[in-house]
């Protein structure tokens, strides 16, 4: 069984930063991406920013120059610097990673979100 945790959501002012965490437990053969997707209140979800296995990452336009993804030291978990946020930002953050597992066939999975929220 796969879970991923995040952590690191809350208030802040704008121009101010957070971090967001993921870390993804269980039978992990091998890890092919991990991203950040989000969802404000009466949007759909979108792509905030992924970083794949070989290193190479992927932005939206709407959070390039303000917000970086890295991958951790221990194996599985990734993060989001996010600086400069703007009352825009506000959203459930939601870790994305596609994995293969013991099943030996690449699935995707989510976490259950973590809230940002900047106050103007």
């Known amino acids: 069984q796969v879970q991923l945790v995040e952590s690191g959501g809350g208030l802040v002012q704008a121009g101010g930063s957070l971090r967001l965490s993921c870390a993804a437990s269980g039978s992990i053969y091998s890890n092919n991406a991990m991203g950040w997707y989000r969802q404000a209140p009466g949007k759909q979800r979108e792509l905030v920013a992924t970083i794949i296995s070989g290193g190479s990452t992927n932005y939206a336009d709407s959070v390039k120059g303000r917000f970086t993804i890295s991958r951790g030291n221990a194996k599985n978990t990734v993060y989001l610097q996010m600086n400069s946020l703007k009352p825009e930002d506000t959203a459930v953050y939601y870790c994305?990673?596609?994995?293969?597992?013991?099943?030996?066939?690449?699935?995707?999975?989510w976490g259950q979100g973590t809230q940002v929220t900047v106050s103007s």
């Open positions: 994305n990673a596609r994995l293969v597992t013991s099943r030996l066939y690449e699935q995707v999975y």
